[in-house]
């Protein structure tokens, strides 16, 4: 029979070695990191910064799955509790209060409820987008230590007894085995995921403010891009090793559902994976078509190819649309890693996807994806009065007119778009033959060099004329003037068409009249709402006209993509389905007969569903329509 003094010192000498195992397994891991670049980190504004990333920004993710974020909170709370309160235990005064057991127990049994909860999403059947393998006996080493913990505590505040060798017993090993686990099983996250949220590459994502502009390449550096994870940052390094498993991103990416060789959640575990040559096989599912990733492993070892873990079709899938990196919520960025991958793809290999040379090829030399005339852009505007601003020099609003301005469908939303401008008295003006392509497309594929190229140009042409903002229906252009090209000296005030024409509906320079008659559910461009976090003017405007608006199930910064970003189209990896079908099939289940979109590539793919059903029509001109009928 155990004594009580021994006792009250080996209980919470249990938990000092748990710590002790577990900072073994993180300084063995950070070795691996190590292997990555430098980057800076403020060390002391993120430490201080940590409890509020967790409880707040990374709670806000969790929150979305309301069981998810119970279990968590329960779970993790509770085991941080029990196990600090222990650890304090060492202290005579507090080993000696019964009182002070007993709230020991009761921390214990919150984590015993929450290890319950962990345990009934994989017993006896485990949830589909959850990772099986050494995840499966993460819920019983939380229940060993939680009811051997629980009853030690117990004793320990009734006197001792018999049982306590067994509870304790029974405490060491689910403690323990947790603690192990934090070099290769589930408890990785913990550990990785509070340093990540402290040295995570774009701080901006915790300051209320979209972070989602990419980090310009140094075109001078010895190496382009991502070959092998050697290549990566260290904290990105780091921040793949967060990675929980939860399958989240895949459960929201297009390219997963629509059955196309991508899998977020794979993606990662392939880059944890080739570092580290000890990692655990994978547990999860598979990328669509079956495809076992294999390779090399190590620093070294290269990550994409036929043979490698990741093959190029993978890379090429993704849409850039960041639905995987709004979902994670240990806030990992999925979309950072591909096109490091893709620029090294491109830049030093020259392997773009076949589909995508021509484009490429055409962006570079003429300034344009599709090789047409930069005059031609303003050809959709026959008859209207819309003037070049090096006709006079300044004018109040820029129009930037996009790529789009060269289809003959979206050169209807563009005639609305200038048509309600002159209605409201705008003075407005364009590039004309001046405007290149924003180089958007170049940069997703990984052509940096190209994007560079554009981007001084077009910021050379901007600095010879006046204007106060520039206003663009494409949201693609909206994010790089606004958010990329800033990195290259051009600052400017961008705003997108939907937030521009509520301005002017709210300043009384258009008056629309109600068309309560038409049904419509919005479309969020994945560019407009999650990478500038633009939801509300659209729907503001729809909501100005009168119209019965309808959501989608996923809508907002949630919404699904069209399947049109990130050189997907040219890429043109092959799947089970079409991305822009699954869309518009989530549209026709709301029954509007209207979908409103926002967006150029939103338009031309959405209305490239041959039994789509609804009508697409932009925001815009939904809006002239109303004007009009209000005369």
């Known amino acids: 029979m155990t004594t009580l003094m021994p006792l009250t010192t080996v209980f919470p000498g249990l938990v000092w070695a748990m710590a002790a195992l577990a900072l073994l397994q993180v300084s063995r891991r950070a070795s691996l990191w190590r292997a990555g670049s430098a980057a800076p980190v403020a060390w002391l504004q993120s430490l201080a910064a940590l409890p509020r990333r967790y409880l707040v920004d990374v709670h806000a993710v969790v929150a979305r799955d309301a069981y998810a974020s119970r279990m968590h909170a329960v779970v993790a709370g509770g085991l941080l509790a029990a196990s600090l309160l222990t650890a304090l235990a060492i202290l005579p005064p507090l080993a000696a209060s019964r009182a002070y057991w007993i709230l020991v127990a009761l921390a214990f049994a919150v984590t015993l409820a929450g290890s319950l909860l962990v345990g009934a999403r994989r017993y006896p059947a485990r949830q589909a987008r959850l990772s099986a393998g050494r995840f499966q006996a993460l819920p019983v080493l939380l229940l060993a230590y939680a009811a051997g913990g629980m009853l030690t505590a117990l004793l320990l505040a009734l006197g001792g007894g018999l049982a306590t060798p067994f509870a304790l017993s029974l405490a060491a090993a689910g403690g323990l085995g947790l603690a192990f686990e934090v070099r290769h099983g589930p ?163 020259g392997a773009l996807p076949e589909k995508a040379v021509g484009p490429v090829t055409e962006t570079r030399q003429a300034g344009d994806p599709g090789g047409r005339p930069l005059g031609a852009r303003t050809d959709f505007a026959a008859g209207l009065d819309l003037p070049v601003i090096a006709e006079r020099g300044e004018a109040e609003v820029l129009l930037w007119l996009g790529e789009g301005a060269y289809d003959l469908r979206y050169g209807r939303t563009l005639r609305a778009l200038v048509r309600l401008l002159r209605e409201a008295g705008i003075d407005v003006a364009v590039l004309g033959a001046e405007e290149r392509d924003t180089g958007d497309l170049a940069r997703r594929l ?109 809508s907002g910064r949630r919404a699904m993509c069209c399947g049109g970003g990130g050189g997907a189209p040219v890429s043109d990896v092959p799947g089970e389905r079409r991305i822009p079908d699954l869309r518009m099939a989530q549209a026709a289940e709301t029954g509007a007969g209207i979908v409103a979109v926002a967006c150029p590539s939103c338009t031309a793919m959405l209305e490239g569903v041959t039994d789509r059903g ?18």
């Open 446 to 554: 990984g052509d940096e060099a190209t994007f560079q190229g554009l981007a001084r140009a077009n910021i050379a042409t901007l600095s010879r004329y006046c204007f106060g903002r520039i206003l663009t229906a494409d949201p693609h252009a909206l994010h790089a003037l606004r958010n990329e090209y800033p990195a290259f000296g051009g600052h400017y005030a961008v705003v997108h068409h939907t937030a521009f024409l509520l301005e002017l509906i709210r300043a009384g320079k258009l008056s629309p009249a109600k068309l309560p008659d038409l049904a419509v559910t919005y479309h969020d461009p994945c560019y407009l709402a999650r990478y500038n976090g633009e939801t509300e003017a659209p729907r503001a405007v729809l909501d100005a006209i009168g119209l019965s608006q309808v959501e989608m199930a996923r």
């Open 187 to 349: 408890m990785r996250h913990a550990a990785a995921g509070a340093l990540h949220l402290v040295a995570h590459p774009r701080p901006g994502r915790f300051e209320g403010r979209p972070d989602t502009a990419l980090q310009p390449l140094d075109l001078d550096a010895p190496r382009l891009g991502a070959a092998m994870p050697a290549d990566f940052t260290w904290n990105r390094l780091l921040s793949y090793d967060a990675c929980v498993s939860c399958g989240r991103c895949e459960t929201a990416c297009p390219a997963f559902a629509a059955g196309q060789p991508l899998n977020p959640k794979r993606l990662i575990h392939d880059l944890v994976a080739t570092l580290s040559p000890a990692e655990p096989a994978y547990a999860g599912t598979p990328y669509p078509g079956g495809r076992a990733a294999q390779g090399p492993r190590g620093p070294l070892a290269g990550l994409i190819g036929p043979e490698a873990r990741i093959h190029p079709d993978t890379l090429w899938s993704c849409t850039t649309c960041r639905a995987c990196v709004e979902e994670c919520p240990m806030m990992i960025e999925h979309v950072d890693a591909v096109v490091a991958l893709r620029r090294h793809e491109v830049l030093e290999r």
């Open 614 to 631: 609804p009508e697409i029509r932009d925001v815009a001109e939904l809006l002239l329509q109303a004007v009009e009928a209000g005369r």
